[in-house]
């Protein structure tokens, strides 16, 4: 009797061992590949600051209140990228985030030159956008 006793706890215990429960959760993040034209660059009314929209149906509502958003640009689509925002040379990078769009800023950080030179070469853009889970 002691022996099935010591069997049937045996038995219990592996039982609820075995029921171990582990959540995983798999990253859900997207990449996007933008290119800006020099032609794409327009001027602010000031000409203190050069902008460039960037388009986008992944960023819908969802994304733009919940999810976060990381950008990063290759000047001279070099395949050297850079995390926005950043200085180099005295021109400042920045973006700013809406619903269905992305706005990459070029100003002069100093002012001692205060329109920002216009870029010449077209520049690749990499957005990407990281899943935020509750």
């Keep these: 009797m002691k022996k099935l006793t010591i069997l049937m706890l ?9 029921c171990k429960k582990e959540t995983i959760i ?12 020099p032609s794409d660059w327009k001027a602010s ?8 929209a960037l388009p986008d149906n992944n ?17 001279g689509d070099n395949n ?3 995390q926005l925002p950043f200085t180099y040379d005295t ?7 809406s619903e269905g769009r992305i706005d990459i800023d070029l100003q002069s950080s100093d002012f001692q030159h205060a329109i ?7 520049t690749r853009v990499k957005i990407v956008l990281i899943e935020s889970y509750r």
């Design 10 to 18: 045996c038995i219990a215990t592996l039982g609820l061992v075995s």
């Design 59 to 75: 960023i819908d509502i969802r994304t733009f209140e919940n999810d976060g958003i990381l950008v990063y640009i290759s000047r």
């Design 45 to 52: 009314t000031d000409g203190f600051t050069l902008s460039a």
């Design 116 to 122: 920002p030179d216009r870029p010449t070469t077209r």
């Design 26 to 37: 798999t990253p859900n993040n997207l990449t996007i590949i933008k290119y800006i034209n």
């Design 80 to 82: 050297v990228y850079e």
């Design 91 to 97: 021109q400042a990078f920045s973006y700013a985030v």
